[in-house]
């Protein structure tokens, strides 16, 4: 059998081991072709099929209504930190932020070098380690929009619920929670994400677009940062990265085949609880960084006694087929990513490799 490591990577992530399987099989003869897919024309009704097959399953399984549409984009959700503001933030208007740690801050920075921006809520004074109060996001008079991140992937915050916008599109930065909990798509003007967290490999970027935002962009904005571009051309107006769409294909198969996102959600909170648990029966041992209320059910941060355990930590669990534990450096200590596709046995086995630190160094 395939030794896998019990794999906790903040992105590019864990895929789930049937997918890479079903990806070998095909992959020197995509479905009778004689080639595999990456050597295919864009342009081919085969690679047509796998793009509307994926954007056809996505709207399913995220419950996407018909007058929004799919696109599969190049340029990783850093690219819309830019692409959202010169598209959608017009000159006499203000693009509004939530500050909730340092993906928000990357999208206001871009957005700044294309309009009016103003933080509508912030957690600064809390070191990030919430998600602020719904009701103290203070919206401007002409805001655009308001953008929110929903799970903060380096210190592990994460929105139990979304502030209500009226007529001011909702936009969230889902790049590292999408489809691990169903959403009301509606109440959003625009989703993104990049794939590699909870949807794929890298390479490409979800976005999930509200008819009306994407009809129209300003006449300076390049075509191929225009949203209407790419709904246009059902996103082959240039070459895509096909291998990663035909991936994401398989891995919403995947999903569909768990029992859909209600059950991915179950999965996520049975896992992360297995870990939250034994922060809190710790005894002080393991600190988690998130408040209790903001606690991401992707990525779990947590701190230990000294530098030096933290450093112990992560060796040990190396020498013990744990990867990716070492947290961002930004905010130190340590962080397991438990994205869809991270088994529940691997987050036993850290649960498990826990207990047994804290019982050698505690
Ligand atoms: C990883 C991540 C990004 C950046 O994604 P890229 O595809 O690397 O540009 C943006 N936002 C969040 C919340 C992320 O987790």
Redesign the pocket.
């Known amino acids: 059998m395939t030794k896998r490591a019990f794999n906790f990577n903040a992105?590019p992530a864990a895929l789930p081991l049937e997918v890479l399987e079903q990806a070998q099989r095909e992959f020197v003869d995509y479905a009778g072709s004689g080639m595999s897919i990456m050597e295919m024309s864009h342009r081919s009704a085969i690679y047509e099929r796998v793009n509307n097959e994926a954007q056809e399953l996505l709207r399913e399984l995220f419950g996407i209504p018909s007058h929004y549409h799919i696109l599969f984009l190049q340029g990783?959700?850093?690219?819309q930190f830019a692409m959202i503001p010169m598209n959608l933030l017009p000159a006499g208007k203000t693009g509004a932020y939530v500050h909730t740690g340092s993906?928000a801050d990357k999208a206001v920075k871009e957005a700044k070098l294309f309009g009016e921006t103003a933080i509508a809520a912030t957690s600064a004074a809390d070191k990030y380690n919430r998600i602020p109060d719904l009701a103290s996001i203070e919206m401007p008079d002409n805001a655009a929009y308001l953008h929110v991140?929903s799970?903060?992937?380096i210190e592990g915050t994460q929105y139990k619920a979304f502030p209500q916008t009226g007529d001011v599109p909702l936009i969230a930065?889902m790049?590292?929670d999408i489809l691990s909990r169903p959403v009301d798509v509606p109440k959003f003007g625009l989703i993104y994400a990049?794939a590699?967290?909870n949807l794929g490999p890298?390479g490409v970027?979800i976005v999930i677009v509200r008819e009306d935002l994407a009809a129209e962009s300003p006449k300076s904005v390049p075509t191929m940062l225009r949203y209407e571009t790419h709904v246009k051309n059902n996103s082959l107006y240039n070459t895509p990265p096909s291998f990663s769409v035909y991936l994401v294909g398989l891995m919403l198969k995947w999903v569909k085949a768990k029992g859909g996102v209600s059950a991915i959600e179950q999965l996520n909170r049975d896992k992360t609880m297995l870990i939250y648990d034994k922060i809190d029966q710790s005894g002080g041992f393991y600190r988690g960084f998130a408040d209790s209320g903001s606690r991401s059910m992707m990525n779990i941060t947590f701190r230990l006694p000294s530098e030096e355990l933290e450093k112990q930590f992560v060796k040990e669990s190396e020498q013990n087929g744990f990867v990716g534990l070492k947290g961002h450096r930004s905010v130190g200590g340590l962080r397991a990513s438990a994205y869809n596709a991270v088994p529940l046995e691997s987050c036993k086995a850290l649960a498990d490799f826990m207990v047994e630190f804290q019982r050698r160094h505690g």
């Open positions: 992105g990783g959700a850093s690219t993906w991140t799970n903060e992937t930065d790049s590292s990049g590699q967290k890298s970027t």
